[in-house]
C-alpha cells in the first residue's frame, strides 16, 4: 500500500535565538506520533525551509529521521527553484533513510509545463526514492495542471502529489486521469475531508502542528468512508484551521507552539515577523474555544 495516507503534519522548526532548537525539534515529533499522526513532513513550507543553509536542511532531516525511527512515514521536503539542489537535496534524503521525498514546483523561474515535467523527470531519474510532487501556485506563482501531474504520475517513482490550490474541480480531474494507487493528498486543511472523499489519500497538514489528534481522527474518519463522524470533527476543527492562517504561515502555528508550552520559541525566521497583536488576541480566542491553551 502507498505509505502517503492519512494526515501527515508539515512540522514546524523550532529555533531559539536563530539556531535550530534540536531537543524542541524531538520534543514536538514525539508529541505528534503519541497523538496518532499519521506521518512527519520536515523542512517543507511551514518548516521554514527556504531560510535554511543546506547543512541545516541536512540536520533537520537526519534528526527527524533518527526521532521517529521507523514508527511512521518520513516524507523530507527537498524541493528548490533549482533542479540540480533539488537533486543534491532529495538525494541527501535518500541517504538519510527518508521514506519519500516532497518536492515543490520550482518557485521564481516560472518555467513551462514541460519545464515542470523536465524538472520532475530529472529529479525522479538521479534519485530512486518515492517522490511527491508539490503544487501552491499561491507561493510559487506557477501552476501545474493536471495534465502535467498525469505524465509525471508515469514515471516509475512519482508516488503522489500534494496539491494545495483548494480547487476540488482540479483535485478531481487529477485523480481521474491518475492511476489507483497514485496518492493525492491535500495541501489545504479545509479540504482535506472533501478531497478524500473524491478519492484522495490525505492531508499534509499545518493544524497536525497543534491538534494531531483530532486531524488524524478526521482523516481515519474520512478514509474509512465514515461520513457523519469526518463531518463532525472537521466542523469543530475549522475554525481552528483558518485561524493558522490569521498571519502568514507558520507564524500563528509556531505562536500557538509557544503557548501550548510545546517549544521554547515561537518566533519565525526573517524575513517573517511575530504575529500582529491584534491577530494575536484573535487567535487566543479561538484557541481557548478549541482548549488548547
Not at 505562536?255 to 521554547?264: A, F, R, S, V, Y
Amino acid at each position: 500500500m502507498n505509505p502517503f495516507r492519512g494526515a501527515f503534519v508539515a512540522i514546524v522548526t523550532p529555533f531559539i535565538d536563530g539556531k535550530l532548537d534540536e531537543q524542541g525539534l524531538k520534543d514536538l515529533i514525539e508529541f505528534q506520533i503519541e497523538n496518532g499522526t499519521h506521518g512527519i513532513v520536515p523542512c517543507g513550507t511551514t518548516g521554514e525551509s527556504a531560510t535554511m543553509t543546506h547543512d541545516e536542511h541536512h540536520r533537520v532531516v537526519e534528526l527527524t529521521i533518527k526521532t521517529v525511527n521507523g514508527r511512521v512515514p518520513v516524507l523530507a521536503g527537498t524541493g528548490s527553484n533549482s533542479t540540480s539542489e533539488t537533486i543534491e537535496l532529495t538525494r541527501h534524503a535518500k541517504e538519510a533513510g527518508a521514506t519519500g521525498a516532497l518536492v515543490i514546483t520550482p518557485y521564481y523561474n516560472k518555467p513551462s509545463q514541460e519545464g515542470l515535467y523536465q524538472h520532475f523527470k530529472s529529479v525522479a531519474e538521479a534519485v530512486d526514492i518515492p517522490m511527491i510532487l508539490y503544487n501552491v501556485p499561491s507561493r510559487t506563482s506557477i501552476d501545474m495542471t493536471a495534465a502535467t501531474v498525469a505524465r509525471c504520475a508515469q514515471i516509475d517513482n512519482i508516488a503522489g502529489i500534494k496539491e494545495a490550490t483548494a480547487d476540488m474541480n482540479r483535485a478531481s480531474d487529477v485523480i481521474r486521469r491518475c492511476p489507483a494507487d497514485f496518492a493525492v493528498m491535500s495541501g489545504d486543511d479545509f479540504t482535506a475531508m472533501s478531497l478524500v472523499l473524491l478519492g484522495g489519500t490525505g492531508v499534509i497538514s499545518v493544524t497536525s502542528n497543534v491538534d494531531p489528534k483530532n486531524m488524524s481522527a478526521l482523516m481515519e474518519a474520512a478514509l474509512a468512508g465514515d461520513v457523519v463522524k469526518a463531518r463532525e470533527i472537521h466542523y469543530k476543527l475549522f475554525p481552528l484551521m483558518g485561524a493558522m492562517f490569521y498571519d502568514t504561515n507558520p507564524v500563528p502555528a509556531k505562536k500557538t507552539l509557544e503557548m501550548m508550552g510545546k517549544i521554547k520559541s515561537g518566533l519565525p525566521r526573517q524575513p517573517l515577523w511575530a504575529i500582529d497583536p491584534a491577530k494575536l488576541e484573535q487567535l487566543k480566542v479561538v484557541l481557548k474555544d478549541q482548549g488548547l491553551i
